[in-house]
């Protein structure tokens, strides 16, 4: 039984609570500062999950919510990558979730009011369990881009929403995922909380050829890192008292 | 130069953004989609110990609801024992200790019915420092290499997500009935500004013969909760 830490978050690399440009920050974020813990059994567990929670058909949204015979309109994609740690180790039978807007832009959301219109077809979520070597993968359509009051017209570049939980309530993490060639991506006020470069670049799924189905779908691959643990090398010792 | 380490770096946070519930409650979104919606039961039918409810708000700093958020509640069921392998015990058939919980969209209420977590054992302390506490040390005493502390007393790590929130807060909900443990607790008794503790403690108070806890989130100004890095 290990009881290793994970390894600090890089506060550096996320964005910071307080990012006045994306308005709806200035009132949500606290302005004291964070408390340190040292990471109890309360910080290194967390919910395991089985295939007995979710269905096979969850990680297609083309058909997850069509009638029968039918599916979702729009570019017909794959999203497939790996969730590793940060010591480049795969994170295997985790539980990935995403959810998206349909191809013109619009969420089926009680509170979406965009006037594109809803696709019957389209649900707009998904989920999976990543495999024994961390790799997973989601069949969608490509989101549109979509309106929204922050300036008086600003534009989400095209993105999919991810919920990744690995093995500790500490490596909780949502994030979003963009896709290559975007021209949206560098005008966003979202995208622009990430303070580096790299950092942003690390979120733009990489248009994957060989991946593609021929004449059925193109592909993007979106590899996902979660917190590492220390290393089992010191195990012994530190745990040796 | 020097040699490169090769780690790779966590993926930066995004907002949850205003249609979380889409991917994560679709049912609030307002559609079925899944055969059953995960973090819907937090301790199943079998767990032991006391059935309570837990209800709040979460307040931004105009002082207005939070009606878009989502929380996320982590515990351990009444013998102090979490449902992970790395947690040393057994939990009830059906019990996860984890949860989902969304708002009413009109008001920002938001409720779980649970059972009350026992304490946590603390974890074995890491590191080569000394393994016994020096004498000159406080109660806050919490450095690397300590010796092993204390029963954490029981509480709920919540995890809390909404638009306008880049990357989710961290914080813990403890009891008002638990105050001798509480003031024993190394998490609590890190919080340098006794003050800002009682931001932490849910207020029990009876309903219809149910057990409730009050416990409202401030995130922002005047009694901002506390939240940790974890
Ligand atoms: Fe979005």
């Known amino acids: 039984m290990s009881q290793a830490e994970f390894y600090q978050r890089d506060r550096e690399r996320h964005p910071a609570a307080l990012t006045p440009d994306y308005k709806t920050s200035v009132m949500r974020s606290p302005r004291a500062a964070l408390i340190s813990l040292q990471q109890s059994v309360s910080e290194i567990t967390g919910p395991v999950f089985g295939h007995n929670d979710i269905d096979p058909i969850d990680n297609d949204l083309i058909h997850n919510y069509a009638k029968d015979g039918e599916s979702a309109i729009g570019e017909r994609i794959i999203l497939h990558g790996r969730v590793l740690d940060e010591n480049g180790r795969p994170v295997p039978n985790t539980l990935v979730e995403a959810w998206q807007a349909n191809a013109g832009g619009r969420y089926r959301h009680k509170k979406d009011s965009y006037l594109a219109p809803i696709d019957p077809n389209f649900g707009g979520c998904g989920r999976t369990m990543t495999d024994e070597n961390g790799f997973y993968f989601f069949r969608t359509v490509k989101p549109g881009a979509y309106p929204w009051r922050n300036w008086v017209n600003n534009w989400r570049p095209a993105h999919i929403h991810f919920s990744l939980f690995g093995t500790s309530f500490s490596q909780r993490l949502i994030t979003q995922c963009y896709f290559e060639g975007d021209p949206l991506i560098a005008k966003c006020p979202i995208v622009k909380t990430i303070p580096t470069q790299d950092g942003i670049d690390s979120l733009i799924a990489a248009l994957d050829m060989n991946a593609t189905v021929p004449l059925d779908s193109i592909a993007y691959k979106f590899d996902i890192v979660l917190r590492g643990r220390r290393s089992t090398l010191f195990e012994n010792r530190l745990e040796g008292n | ?230």
């Open chain 2, 1 to 230: 130069m020097v040699q490169k380490l090769d780690y790779l770096k966590e993926t930066p946070s995004q907002t949850a953004g205003p249609y979380v519930h889409i991917g994560l409650a679709p049912g609030a979104a307002g559609f079925d989609i899944y055969r059953q919606e995960l973090g819907r039961d937090i301790a199943g039918p079998n767990a032991k110990g006391e059935r309570i409810r837990v209800e709040g708000i979460v307040i931004d700093g105009t002082g207005n609801p939070v009606k878009d958020v989502l929380i996320e509640t982590w515990q351990a069921n009444a013998e102090g024992v979490y449902a992970h392998p790395e947690s040393a015990g057994e939990v009830e058939e059906g019990f996860r200790g984890w949860g989902r919980v969304i708002t009413d969209f009109e008001t920002g209420e938001w409720g779980f019915d649970t059972v009350k977590p026992g304490p946590v054992k603390a974890r074995k302390p890491l590191g080569t420092g000394p393994l016994h506490k020096p004498a000159h040390a406080g109660d806050d005493w919490l450095g690397r290499g300590d010796a092993e502390q204390g029963d954490m007393a029981p509480h709920i790590n919540l995890w809390i997500v909404a638009r306008g929130i880049n990357i989710g807060l961290n914080t813990r909900l403890y009891f008002d009935d638990e105050a001798e443990a509480n003031a024993k607790d190394p998490v609590l008794n890190l919080i340098e500004w006794h003050n800002r503790r009682p931001t932490l403690i849910a207020k029990r108070s009876e309903r219809d013969g149910k057990v409730v806890y009050r416990f409202d989130i401030r995130l922002q100004g005047e009694g901002e909760t506390v939240f940790f890095d974890i």
